[in-house]
């Protein structure tokens, strides 16, 4: 099936280091989501985004919606060894109710 | 408030049989959406249904079917089950079923076919 290319595919990070990942799609979308699975969990939204441009932030967590509307940004500052997961982007185009979700980020805090 | 639930957690079949999961959506969510997680993989989008209608469906055969009751809770059903078809089968609820929604997901339900 359909998936979007994220990238990194897996990091190590430091305690406390700040993390940038990213989400691209060859297709336009209106709309995108970030989630974080945990193992034999289901996945939970961090943030949504809507608009070209837009910056939200939850907590720790900052993402942007690219202006070309064929990326996304996920940003962690200060990370905590609780960041440890898988992270999901899901992206909806324009007249469609599916979302496409990317293959995923694997993020591991060392301590 | 309750999130999404899903039932069973955990569900081994055999080759052929047939299997129906269940799905109670959040509070207030008129719209529920079925997923295929595999293993390693990002969640496959495979049905959505809002106001018992169904709005959108994803690249699975006929074998997979779903329904929404009155009550906006949700059956999946797979008949001649495959050993492919093992996954962790993921429901997801939002308020209404239009273009740039919110979705939450439930614990899923983990399908292993021998």
């Known amino acids: 099936g359909q998936q979007l290319n994220q990238s990194p595919q897996s990091m190590f990070i430091q305690e406390g280091e700040d993390v940038s990942m990213n989400c691209t799609s060859s297709?336009?979308?209106?709309?995108w989501l970030w989630y974080k699975q945990d193992p034999g969990e289901g996945p939970v939204l961090l943030i949504a985004?809507?608009?070209?441009?837009e910056l939200t932030s939850n907590g720790r967590l900052t993402a942007q919606f690219g202006i070309t509307r064929k990326d996304s940004f996920l940003n962690i500052s200060a990370s905590i060894p609780s960041d440890v997961g898988i992270y999901f982007c899901?992206?909806?185009?324009?007249?469609?109710?599916?979302?496409?979700f990317g293959t995923g980020t694997r993020l591991k805090v060392l301590a | 408030d309750a999130g999404v639930t899903q039932s069973p957690t955990h569900l081994i079949k055999t080759r052929g049989q047939h299997v129906t999961l269940r799905c109670s959506p959040i509070?207030?969510?008129?719209?529920v959406s079925w997923y295929q997680q595999v293993l390693g993989q990002g969640p496959q989008f495979i049905f959505q249904?809002?106001?018992?209608?169904?709005?959108g469906r994803g690249n699975f055969p006929d074998r997979f079917s779903a329904r929404q009751f009155p009550n906006y809770s949700s059956e999946l059903n797979v008949n001649a089950l495959l050993l492919g078809d093992s996954a962790l089968y993921l429901c997801?609820?939002?308020?209404?079923?239009?273009?740039?929604?919110?979705?939450?997901f439930g614990p899923g339900t983990r399908l292993t076919v021998t």
């Open positions: 985004l809507y608009k070209a441009g």
């Open positions: 509070s207030g969510h008129k719209s």
């Open positions: 249904y809002y106001e018992k209608e169904e709005r």
């Open positions: 899901a992206g909806q185009s324009s007249g469609t109710y599916k979302y496409i």
């Open positions: 997801a609820s939002s308020r209404q079923g239009q273009s740039s929604y919110e979705q939450y």
């Open positions: 297709s336009i979308f209106n709309t």
